[in-house]
Nanobody, 127 residues
């Protein structure tokens, strides 16, 4: 069992930055790929970024490339998302998610492969 708790959301003006964090419980964090997803009102949950179990590989949605950075600290069981130059279209609830234990390969942008989800943190970007 893995519990995920996000933090760091808030209200920011367009062009500003936020750093989201996700604290994970359990002993299997370092053996799981991790991802960030977001869901805006009236829209489906969409992929934002993901990192392999080691943190050696990162993947991003085209809409955030060059502005968002995903990272992880396996010693501290934490996942982060640095978001720069935020725009109003980034307004959403942001969720961190944990892949299946020990699973390797495949498409980390696929929402269905993730086993555990946090409760989400709200990010609001004003224009």
């Amino acid at each position: 069992q893995v519990q995920l708790v996000e933090s760091g959301g808030g209200l920011v003006q367009a062009g500003g930055s936020l750093r989201l964090s996700c604290a994970a419980s359990g002993r299997t964090f370092s053996n799981r790929a991790m991802g960030w997803f977001r869901q805006a009102p009236g829209k489906e949950r969409e992929f934002v970024a993901a990192t392999s179990w080691s943190g050696g590989s990162m993947f991003y949605a085209d809409s955030v490339k060059g502005r968002f950075t995903i990272s992880r600290d396996n010693a501290k069981n934490t996942l982060s998302l640095q978001m720069n130059n935020l725009q109003p279209e980034a307004t959403a609830v942001y969720y961190c998610a944990a892949d299946r234990n020990g699973f390797r390969g495949g498409d980390l942008a696929q929402r269905s492969r993730y086993e555990y989800w946090g409760q989400g943190t709200q990010v609001t970007v004003s224009s």
